[in-house]
């Protein structure tokens, strides 16, 4: 219930206890002419005057000197009796002199139509006004900074992608206006490849799915001129959560994008550089080499010519041509493992028992002056690769080692299991189990400079006529063509340590020794039609003559088509085909699986001095005598029954 007292209070003075109770706000009333007539304790409170000291003061005592010359209480009064309601904001005056900042409402009072006074209710806003000053001023110098910024385009999306400002960076990079674009939809700057593919959708889509949408990518300037953009996109949430729209920033790359690219460019043209470098080295090593060996056969062969050379030097230059034709096989190989083209042959085997079986012809080879020492686990260190490519591998690297110590010194090679390769010559290192295999020696150590070519095939830093160059490359082909991975530490007069890691093939059973082959006899050979496909004119007319000199029956055509049109014409003229692998045309892989389709029961046999193309692309169970020939190979092929 209300309190008794103030029931007992009349109307008037119960609303006066009302207006005297609010202290945030001035409400007081002004006669006809605009003197005060009541007085509050929110007026008193920040005006600075008692009702005694300002009740019956006109009211423009409140107003600074500039707006009572300028008339401004006179027209507020106006204004409130001809409208029925003044309301505005303006500096105001205290009783200290000092300023404050108010919000003002004078509302005319009326009495049978009759105008007798005004209401007027002032609020002192000052603080509000600072904060909204302060706001104003934050976003001016936000608006400059933006519109200062030339080299990024900074500009505001709605929700649905429409442009609704524009800065200088964006007018300078797009070319567009703030009047040509504010109101357009953002899609406009894109490819049009790009938004028939949904991309500025897809953006936004990006922006509110995970916060911010960041790409590079082509964009379309209003001359139609495209250049490349890095493309910021994000998401602007009230208070609340709802969105408002999407802050966008562009910039220019086209200049950064050219010149990665030339930079590129560049690159590209000094590797190309370093491989016509490597190349002219290669060749120039190769023809080096074939050179020694060539020399040797023409010259055996020159005088084999002699009719009157005795038997026994006949022997002598026939071995002398077959020696060196088998060191040229070796070359040969050499370079196919350089460049990983070395047919492997992988079996399972034991490093260390391999190892121990080197050991005697290690002895061998080096020599007396450098002692072995070995470090060979009798745990098994099993791996999977071609154990005849690992022999020859370990044997370049004792070479290698022997000759790093002319007067002698000590070798010591050793096997253990690793796990991971570290990283080995700016190489990612690598996962899993390992094999390694260390080879160190006592020797003079390399520089770095030395360390980084050790690998490249004809570098070498022994005399002329003393190393081709191209044992080590044979290791490094070697390893890469296992999965594996070489590496090397040296220091000088301290030593080097050369590491091959072969992957782990622990677990895994021990590929069994194949038993000798019976050599095949001549007379057990049976007399076939041979189909001979052969584009080499000087490999075709010594591989006819060696498969004549067998028994065999010999036509030889050039290419695969000329095979399809001998078989097409008679098939059964013929019961087997010997194909060469790399040919112009129809490849001989496909010739035989043209024959296959067509002329089943017809026998096939293959040959190329690059095999890897038939490992890499699956052989079709087709067989393969790889060149150079040798009589055996061929010889079993013939002995061989069509499968």
């Not at 002329?464 to 590496?487: M, P």
Request: hydrophobic share 40%.
């Amino acid at each position: 219930m209300p309190s008794r007292r103030l029931i007992d209070l009349d109307q008037a003075a119960r609303f006066q206890l009302l207006i005297d109770a609010v202290k945030d706000y001035a409400i007081y009333l002004l006669d006809a002419d605009g003197r005060v007539a009541t007085w509050n304790t929110g007026a008193q409170l920040f005006k600075g005057y008692t009702a005694d000291e300002i009740i019956g003061h006109h009211f423009s005592t409140f107003y600074t000197e500039e707006d009572r010359k300028a008339g401004l209480p006179e027209r507020a009064l106006r204004t409130a009796a001809d409208e029925g309601r003044f309301e505005a904001e303006g500096w105001r005056v205290r009783k200290d002199g000092t300023r404050f900042w108010t919000h003002v409402v004078i509302d005319p009072v009326l009495e049978n139509g009759e105008l007798v006074g005004y209401a007027k209710i002032t609020r002192d806003v000052s603080d509000r006004r600072e904060t909204d000053r302060a706001l104003y001023e934050s976003e001016q110098r936000f608006r400059l900074l933006v519109q200062g910024v030339h080299d990024y385009a900074i500009y505001m999306l709605d929700p649905d992608g429409v442009v609704t400002n524009w800065n200088a960076g964006a007018e300078a990079i797009k070319g567009y206006t703030a009047g040509e674009i504010v109101g357009r939809h953002f899609s406009l700057f894109y490819t049009p490849e790009d938004r028939d593919a949904g991309a500025p959708a897809a953006a936004l889509a990006t922006a509110l799915r995970e916060g911010k949408f960041s790409g590079e990518a082509q964009r379309v300037r209003k001359n139609g001129e495209r250049f490349w953009a890095s493309v910021l996109i994000d998401p602007i949430h009230d208070d609340t959560g709802r969105l408002l729209g999407f802050a966008k920033v562009t910039r220019d790359i086209t200049e950064k994008r050219q010149a990665e690219e030339e930079l590129e460019r560049s690159r590209e043209a000094l590797v190309q550089a370093q491989k016509m470098e490597a190349i002219g080295r290669l060749t120039g090593g190769v023809a080096h080499d074939f050179n020694n060996l060539l020399t040797v056969i023409r010259a055996s062969a020159d005088f084999l010519r002699r009719p009157e050379l005795p038997e026994e030097k006949r022997v002598r230059y026939v071995e002398a041509i077959a020696e060196t034709a088998e060191r040229a096989t070796i070359l040969t190989g050499q370079l196919l493992a350089f460049a990983r083209r070395q047919p492997l042959q992988p079996e399972i085997f034991d490093v260390c028992a391999r190892l121990s079986g080197l050991h005697r012809i290690i002895e061998t080879t080096i020599g007396s002056s450098v002692t072995i020492e070995t470090d060979l686990p009798e745990v098994e260190h099993i791996v999977e690769a071609d154990p005849s490519q690992f022999d020859t591998a370990v044997l370049n690297m004792v070479i290698n080692a022997r000759d790093a110590m002319p007067r002698g010194g000590r070798i010591r090679i050793g096997a253990r299991t690793v796990e991971g390769i570290p990283a080995v010559r700016g190489h990612a290192p690598a996962s899993g189990a390992f094999v390694a295999v260390d080879i160190t020696d006592d020797g003079a150590g390399m520089t770095p400079e030395t360390l980084k070519k050790i690998f490249e095939p004809f570098f070498t830093t022994k005399p002329v006529d003393k190393g081709t160059g191209l044992g080590l490359s044979q290791v490094y082909g070697f390893a890469k063509q296992s999965r594996g991975e070489i590496d090397v530490e040296s220091r000088l007069n301290a030593g080097t340590t050369f590491t091959l890691y072969l992957p782990s093939a622990h677990g895994q059973a021990l590929t069994p020794i194949a038993p000798v082959a019976a050599p095949v006899d001549l007379a057990t050979i049976p007399r076939r039609r041979v189909l001979l496909v052969e584009d080499n004119e000087g490999v075709g007319k010594f591989a006819a003559g060696l498969l004549k000199e067998l028994g065999q029956t010999v036509t030889w055509v050039g290419d695969g088509q000329a095979a399809l049109k001998a078989l097409a014409s008679d098939s059964d003229a013929f019961d087997l085909v010997f194909s060469d692998v790399v040919m112009p045309g129809v490849s001989g892989l496909e010739l035989a699986q043209l024959i296959q389709q067509r002329w089943p029961k017809l026998q096939v046999v293959l040959t190329s001095g690059y095999s890897h193309i038939i490992v890499e692309q699956g052989a079709g169970g087709f067989p393969l005598v790889r060149k150079p020939y040798s009589i055996d190979g061929l010889l079993t092929i013939l002995a061989s029954k069509p499968a």
